[in-house]
């Protein structure tokens, strides 16, 4: 293989990883521009949705009902954190909220652990993590079909969360309360019910994401841990644009692989550890508030 | 009635910033250091010491060097735990390669060690705030167990990467029963935790706090962002670091990489959090929930169900309650539980009247 | 109003009331033990059912504990019967060490084996189980050098340390290969976890590649590896003959799985280390596992008389500790199984020469593990035939046999593809155990064990 080929690959292998951590950074996207409030429990909530769409699958439930099932007990579940955890901490101090979600972290993993227990299962989607052929013969390159339909389903998604956010009159009040609470209340749109449809959609998106890398890496405990990657793309992207997770999900994943591949055999490997955070303070050291992210003006 | 400020005449300076104004303070306080020293390391069992008070106390000091930085000074960051692993394992180097070393000597310079690192890494503080900062600290974690972890000198060449820490031996004397190691760890917390409070009621803590509150407006007024937000860092990776090196030469005994995880690094933050963030006792307080309270809770769910429920059951549920827990005390005090104890303080001012 | 006065007395109260109830319970708790501990033998088992190696523990300690009541149902150790605690460490070195502590004592008994199943909690443990009189037994885990009982006398490395493992590893790909001279000038890549666990057999790799002449490929994967695209065409630029598998836990080992399916590498040309060989790493990666070798310091598989013993004896009286049976004669169930066997050897070895039908001390049960001598007629009593190799323990061997058996993974279990235990190169790994354990002895200035004073 010439080393262009090789380059191609490492690349567009690094895109496609990159899309499946945008997957996951935009669920703390969502939550942070409508409620201010940085979600810790994002990862934990992947890890749920996706044990309980298998849990129901393995209860006998055919695939699209189960999906449909699993769809309601994460707006359930996300309209039950905004009424029992959002609401009597209303106005607090942006780091208490932040402590509240770790609780909330802990309750969500021990609750997954104790309804479904703690065996690894498989998900099947149906679509094989194997390179695909066409591709594979006449470039020579490897491309995985799992990959490619991640990334079509991420696109799609994000397509139709910008639909939502632009064109439907729940996607203005969101953009309205992202924008100023009190604003907001004061036109009449019903706060609490946003933030509990935000926190919904934000779990329907954790599902996706638990779907997609459950049939990458299986459907187990590890799963909290992919929200470890995606912070390095809210930090770039700006933790208060949909468009700006995608365009720094491609960043990280890239840049992060190549490394890995190229300097890591230098140093001893391992890199990719810490590769994605040191860029992340590169980029910010440029623009503070990520590539994307509101600029925060200070009054004094 | 007895706990009362009415009375109290102060006729010099020292008197007037006294860190115990109140009579019934001072004697409060010395009886818990009696306690503390003499008392409690006779009476308390091994389980206590080694499994529960050693590192509560370790975990306070680190929570205390995360409250100057995140409390005091308002830079938010999540690399306690890297610094922490600096501190280790210069204190093993040291002890190390530097024949005849004391220990406290190792200590102090471990300390100053991690606050060289904390430095470099709190460069980009002048630059990005807020949440951002937060991740970006997270670099620092990563990297610098990425480095200890891949540069076989800082283990000396180990093959198995788990290096065993020496023993601990000040003046001839050595340390080695689980009383002994409580009241050295106890001393040198009790130390810094003075430090800390009088460094707080300084003018530098004075100057954390006007760039935590409002840093356009410090700046403007004279403080100068930069000496400032590095001395935070410095003195905060300072005690992170002296409370690695106690970690893991007073509590674990190996000392190994990848022990200073980022786990770690988020517990700690949790621990000033539910605490309470700028506050010297909240660190202790916040230590003792995040410490101890899962540790209470199994044996609890252990007493109670025994083997009459499955394990795996009753380790998910403690999860659960641990969680619950949380959100329920953030609900009821947002701002720590330190506010909860100064809430407490005032109404005893006031005793017997309400208001 | 959530913060109303009314509600923080209650919290008060309720934080007091817990408090007390905890305090009673155990005091009331150890006065109960007290009461209780004639004739009972008492384990401390510091297990972890949450977290990401769940599935791992779950399995282990499970094994252990049906193993334990299996014996309590069949008369116990001559009429000693054995009771047991649990503790959860979540895998974390500050937790083992408080279970450690916590589980020591209970009432007037002591724990006297410690099994965490963790290398970490196991180093931490290290230098306290001298002065506590406790076995710290390593089953397939923890330091390769505790092998040499003179500097590591309350230290086992059970069964096959992980020294033993990586060279019985490539013999057995030698044998694939037609012979240790077809190794020369192949490449094996060594796929590894980049922690402690992960670098563990690298000295052995590296000198096994220098005296057989293969090339030796070292890629690491970052904790949890859960991604490892980079690693895998890494993998794919150096075309090596064979991948080992160093990992741990379901993520980074099926993820290794998917990876390699993903670049169409062959997974019957890779060998995973007995962490890497389990059910419930295979399952996660479906179809793409097929063909997978793994390492067995125990196999898999119902066939074994005791395992059929336990599931009649105990399941049947529904007194199983794992939640899905189905998962009896899974590697890491009969694992904990053969765990337990030696615990209860090394009783009997003990009782027999200290008291037959009496509670064992800790120097008494160091001398029944050092005088573990498991031939096969005692195999086919115990009932484990073919579960575990013949071996014997002594003052300056604290490790097992040294050997393995190799899997293949077809796609729902695991097929024995060895019939005989594949064994390492002993001479070449007790020379390293006994220069790192020399090395370690003058570091802590330990004066050596001489074991022809002990008999």
Known sequence: MSSLQVFAEVLIAGLLTGIMYSLVALGFVLIYKASSVFNFAQGAMVFFAALTLVGIIELGVPFWLALLLTIGVMVLLGMGIEKFVLRPLVNQHEITLLMATIGLTFVIEGLAQLVWGTDVRRIDLGIKDIPIEFIADNTGILVSQLDLFAAVVAGALVATLAVLFSHTKVGRALRAVADDHAAALSVGIPLQRIWGIVWGVAGLVALVAGMLWGARSGVQFALVFVALKALPVLIIGGFTSVPGVIVAGLIVGASEKIAEFYVGPMVGGGIETWFPYVLAILFLLVRPEGLYGEKIIRRV | MFYREAGKFRTSYAQDAQIFPLGLDKVMVGALLVFAFLIVPNIASQYWLIALLIPWLIFSLVALGQNILTGYAGQLSLGSAGFMAVGAFACYNFLLRVDGMPFLAAVALSGVCAAAVGIVFGLPSLRIRGLYLAVATLASQFFIVWVLDKFGWFKNYDPSGVITAQPIVILGYLFDSAAEKYVLVAAIVGVLALAAKNMVRSNIGRSWMAVRDMDVAAEVIGFRPMPVKLLAFAISSFYCGVAGALFAFAYLGTVEPSAFNIDMSFRILFMIIIGGVASILGSFLGAAFILLLPIFLSVLFHTVFGNAVDASMLSATELIVFGALIIFFLIVEPHGLARLWQVTKEKLRLWPFPH | ?455
């Not at chain 3, 001279?181 to 000198?207: M, Q, S």
């Not at chain 3, 155990?433 to 003058?442: F, G, K, Q, T």
């Open chain 3, 1 to 455: 109003m959530f913060a109303s006065r009314a509600l923080k007395r209650a919290v008060a109260a309720l934080v007091i009331g817990g408090t007390l109830a905890a305090g009673i319970g155990l005091s009331k708790e150890v006065q109960a033990q007290a009461a209780a501990a004639k004739l009972e033998q008492y384990f401390g088992i510091p297990s972890f059912r949450v977290g990401p190696f769940a599935a791992a523990g779950t399995g282990f300690f499970g094994g252990i504990i049906d193993y334990l009541t299996y014996i309590n149902m069949t008369g116990g150790v001559n009429g000693v019967q054995l009771t047991w605690q649990e503790c959860e460490t979540e895998y974390i070195p500050a937790r083992g060490i408080e279970c450690y502590q916590r589980l020591l004592k209970r009432g007037n008994q002591q724990m006297h084996i410690f099994e965490p199943l963790s290398t970490p909690i196991a180093y931490g443990v290290l230098n306290r189980v001298d002065d506590d009189r406790v076995i710290l037994t390593q089953y397939g885990y923890g330091r390769s050098d505790a092998a040499d009982g003179r500097v590591f006398p309350w230290v086992f490395a059970t069964l096959t340390s992980y020294w033993s493992g990586a060279s019985a590893m490539i013999n057995w790909i030698a044998s694939r290969e037609g012979g240790v001279a077809n190794l020369k000038g192949k490449t094996i890549t060594h796929l590894y976890l980049d922690n402690a666990y992960g670098r563990e057999p690298l000295p052995v790799f590296r000198a096994l590649a220098k005296q057989m002449g293969f090339t030796l490929q070292e890629v690491p994967v970052a904790v949890p590896g859960i991604e490892q695209t980079s690693q895998w065409l890494q993998i794919r630029q150096a075309k090596p003959d064979w991948v080992i598998l160093w990992g741990f836990g379901a993520g980074m080992n099926s993820t290794a799985i998917t990876s390699a399916a993903r670049i169409n590498f062959p997974r019957d040309r890779m060998l995973g280390i007995w962490w890497a060989a389990s059910e419930e790493d295979m399952i996660p990666a479906g179809d793409a596992a097929k063909g997978f070798f793994g390492v067995a310091n125990v196999p898999s598989g119902r066939q074994f008389r005791v395992v059929q013993e336990i599931e009649k004896t105990v399941y049947g009286a529904n007194r199983g500790n794992l939640q899905d049976p189905k998962r009896i004669g899974t590697i890491y169930w009969n694992r904990g199984v053969t765990a337990a066997i030696f615990w209860v050897e090394a009783m009997r070895n003990a009782q027999a020469r200290y008291g037959k039908g009496q509670v064992m001390n800790g120097d008494q049960l160091r001398w029944g593990f050092e005088n573990i001598n498991l031939t096969a007629v005692r195999a086919k009593e115990l009932g484990i035939e073919g579960m575990l190799p013949n071996f014997r323990l002594s003052c300056e061997h604290h490790e097992g046999a040294g050997v393995i058996k190799v899997m293949q993974w077809d796609g729902t279990r695991w097929n024995t593809v060895t019939p005989d235990w594949v064994s390492s190169d002993r001479k070449m790994i007790r020379t390293m155990v006994e220069e790192s354990a020399a090395r370690y002895a003058a570091e802590q200035k330990i004066t050596l064990r001489d074991c022809s004073k002990e008999k």
